[in-house]
């Protein structure tokens, strides 16, 4: 770990390059995921009623736009968004230092006089947006208007993502969640600097989008096209990339109760409300099967700007070892020819990415590197937030370990896997997988407070994480977690205030 004024004399180039990090100081303020750089200054910033958002690149005004309605709500200001320099100003700029931070680097200026952000993209700018909020009160994270004063004390933060994929992932086939209720997901997890939502959209217990040319697919609880538009619309103007997730061969049975053919013998299967995985197949020897699966990629991948197509892959147990090689490779050429990138769970043998789940498989991840895949690191023991947290947890699953928060903060994903390394990885994913879990109570139960951790270990410098120094930072977000009305676990390891 860098002391911290040897930090101090590292250069931008080196900030740039992603390979420094300061030391985190107790004075600093508690932010979640902890920046690359963090310096307090002298003095503090007051947002009074006057202030105005500044911007002058037409690409800022979206994310100036939308700062300015969550500051309205809570201070019942007027913040008008003006073209020019004002009390609070975003700049788009390839001047260094924010220039050379990269897609998502920014930093950010507190000063008594103004808050200046800036950084190379609008998508920096709402990356910075971010921090910003957390060095607010908590309660600028109300719904209604809160009494002032509404002041930041005087810091300069330097921050950049160490990768470029931190995702969550939510299981809708298991249980269905309705629009509204993914966008609430989406708004929580984004202000821990997630860029991927990961949508589990099919599997044996139901399939939940809309194919127009099959379609019985889609029986009860599923977004139509323009359902998942909206979805893919709202996320991508919180600068979240949408990853769908088709599941193929196996996890199938919702599809193979919907059409006869697509079952071997030809006969329809039961629909299934149980939690048994491995049971289903696609039948890899008929012509159908691929008539379906190329209708299904062209009509998601049309919805889908973002350049992922998952096609699943894992625990194809049901399907012979030879049949599913077969069946991946011509899954590989239908999602190239609608021009997706494959990528599956780590049982995949083809694709650009694949996932590391299972603690007990570590070789097909070491194997997936060996093919040229890059890896999401989503370790069933430390990122499933449908663990249970203890024995006693209300809700979940414990077949990979009960995982304490302590638990899923405390790893690295460049060191989890023996032969896989940081240029191995393209970042790391919390899956949040619902036999268990019906409602969004639930849902944020078990994310919070797991999910910040998680988006950390994806954004923040190795060598400047520490459980100890989390856990501060962490119980500093429950405030914020309350004054939206957030459920979250009240775990013992965490020294709540
Ligand atoms: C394993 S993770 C599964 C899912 C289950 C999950 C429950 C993975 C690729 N497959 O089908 O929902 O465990 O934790």
Known sequence: MPHRRLAALMTASALAAGCTADAPDPTSPALVPLPVSVR??????????GARIGV???????????????????????????????????EVTSRPPAGGLGQEGYTLDVTPERVRLAAATPEGLFRGVQTLRQLLPPKVESTGPQPGP???????????????????????????????????YIDLAVAYKVNHLHLHLTDDQGWRIEIKSWPRLAADGFYTQDDYREIVRYAAERFVTVVPEIDTP???????????????????????????????????SKEVTYRFLDDVVREVAALTPGPYLNLGGDEAHSTD?????????????????????????????????????????????????????????????????????????????????????????AWDPATLVEGVTEKDILGVEAPLWTETLETPDAL???????????????????????????????????????????????????PWH
């Not at 307090?40 to 009623?49: H, K």
């Not at 994310?63 to 020019?84: I, K, S």
């Not at 921050?159 to 209720?181: C, K, S």
């Not at 196996?250 to 079952?263: F, I």
Request: charged letters at 25%.
């Open 444 to 494: 944020e139960y078990m994310a919070y407070p797991r999910l910040p951790g998680i988006a950390e270990i994806g954004w923040s410098p190795a060598a400047a994480r520490s459980w100890e120094d989390y856990r501060g930072r962490l119980a500093a977000q429950a405030p914020r977690w309350q004054a939206q009305s957030v459920t979250f676990y009240r775990s013992p390891e965490v």
């Open 150 to 184: 509404w002041t930041i004390d005087g810091v300069r933060v330097e921050d950049r993502p160490r990768f470029p994929y931190r995702g969550v992932m939510l299981d809708v086939a298991r249980h269905f969640f309705t629009v509204e209720q993914v966008k609430r």
């Open 56 to 90: 002058r690149e037409a690409g800022g005004v979206p994310v100036a736009e939308g700062l300015a309605r969550l500051l309205r709500r809570a201070t019942g200001y007027a913040l008008p968004v003006v073209r020019q320099e004002a009390e609070i100003t975003l």
């Open 250 to 284: 196996g996890h199938t049975n919702a599809a193979l109760a919907a059409y006869a053919e697509l079952n071997c013998d030809g006969r329809a299967r039961e629909p299934y409300r149980g939690r048994e995985v491995g049971f289903s197949s696609l039948c890899t």
């Open 40 to 49: 307090a200054s002298e003095g503090g910033f007051t947002l009074d009623a």
């Open 321 to 409: 070892p030879e049949d599913y090689e077969k069946f991946v490779t011509r899954a590989h050429q239908i999602v190239d020819t609608y021009g997706k990138r494959l990528t599956g769970w780590a049982e995949m043998t083809s694709g650009e990415v694949a996932q590391h789940w299972n603690p007990r498989e570590p070789d097909r991840a070491v194997a997936a590197v060996a093919r040229g895949a890059k890896l999401i690191m989503s370790p069933a023991d430390r990122s499933y937030l449908d663990m249970k947290y203890t024995a006693g947890t209300g809700y979940g699953l414990d077949w990979a370990g009960l995982v304490e928060v302590g638990d899923s903060y």
